[in-house]
């Protein structure tokens, strides 16, 4: 933390997964704003269309690469389609950083999902990422590029309630492959990075709220949540809690929440400011057994709804 | 904490996983010693055939059900024909209790993983747990039984360095799991405990010590393990730090190094003891940094050796 130099993209070539929308797209525009060649990969070509259309309105230079591939992140093989595509994009030179932005999210109650809930949940919020990081590690070892792996988890990486059975273990997971490389990855000098964004008010929020039960919405209700914009800001810059990408951090919080939860969840992560996430940490032992308590409540009131609930959808007889 | 009631096994129907080796076949013992009705599943049916005999010696009572099947817990099918099997042996009621103790890792460098290195990671260190978790939910629900469901994660779920980037996000998502159902099935009145054993001396790490990179095995140096009796001793009774299933505990340590990534990496879990934990904490904010640092002293000291590895085995040129 003391010694690290802050990062510049400026004539670096970035690939942002999931840049069409969303996270990824407003990495994207600050990427190309500070000079980067930005190579954005999603499955809907017509939203890649509109986001290219988006991003040439912020090149800095007539140099600068923008360009966009249509490819599904969600198994291996797809994964290195992509990888190798935006490769080539660069006469086949591995990308300077990747970050992993692609992901969805699709809340229930556990005894309602489907095997398939179960399987789609973990490549959503877990293999999207993990294989382009795997892909892209090996590629950039082989070049001996010195670059860095960004993956997005979730203030959901580091704590979890009722609904969340089918991703916050894949967000949990991130975290543990987010800092099994921060430690690997340094026999390489690739910087890893893990960032924990709180909600977003974006097209997958409107999403992930269809299938969301009422009780986790009324736990999440205080919860106002980030925009695109400002999460990518502090995914970058760190505008909050003195973290980001340019510092060189390891987990990357946006919020007080989160900020909370990262500093009384640390294990052997590094800590962004020894002093401050102390003070974070001794709010926390305070307000988070307070915070469970109220969810606990909750929960145990919404009982008998929920019994209710299952008789309607035929579960319970 | 402060209002939980011990759990007594006695008389209860008990299903462990994994239950034929290790930690499952020393948590069946302590099981069936304290008189519950125990049913195992593993792979191998020789195996099978030794526990049960073990475990006959230690029956309390002649009416005590002592039941042994050989299945898979790898994929949701088998998982599913395994339950049903353990449910039959007790006339189709769900049992009291599930100990997911199966499990098994390989760790090896991340660049030289291959896909199936990575999917049968996930599947040895999370999938192996939650597929029984998740059909025993869905069953004890439908019958109405207020029992429990243990996950047996890893120190590894709260931490992690390099070698674990196939097993650590496993067990990191087996943690999200527990605190997500820990929360969940309280609509159920079902208790939810998750298990964070360091090294146990067992025949799965004899295994995993074949595939382990020699830098992960120096920074495990002092690690001496427990052996299976005291792993299993711990998570039922908590002979350390207050902890264990029978007295209602979400996370369950058993040693020192543990216990203070435990403290320190909470999150939003309940602690088990306010004040302990908090001096565990306060003890973590200075001891986890410099374990940290003397760690990454060690990879960096390593990058050499590790290079003239990767030439060796031809991923470098």
Redesign the interface.
Known sequence: MFFSKSWNPDGKHVYVTGGSTGLGLSVSILLVKKGAHVSIVARNQEKLDKALETLEEHRTSPSQKILAYSYSLLS?EDSEKAYKAVCAGHDGRAPDAVFNCAGASKPM???E?T?ED?EQG?ANS?WIE?WTA?IA??EM??QGVKGKIVFVSST??????????NY??????????G???A?????YDIGVHTFFPPTMVTASYVEENKTKPEITKAIEGTDDGLTSEQAAAVLLRGEFSESGVEKGQSHITGDWITSS?RA????????NN?VID?LW?FFA?FA??I??RT??YQ??A??AD?MEH?RKIG??H
């Open positions: 291996a109650f556990f005894v999902m095997k179960l973990m877990f993990a795997w590690a090996k070892v082989r959901l990486g580091y704590m979890t309630f009722v609904g969340w059975a916050a273990p894949g967000r949990h997971a991130l975290r543990g492959l800092d099994t490389l430690s690997e990855l340094r026999l939860f009384s969840t640390r294990g052997a992560t590094p800590m020894w102390s940490n032992l988070i057994p915070w469970r969810v606990e929960i145990d919404h009982k929920h299952l579960f319970l």
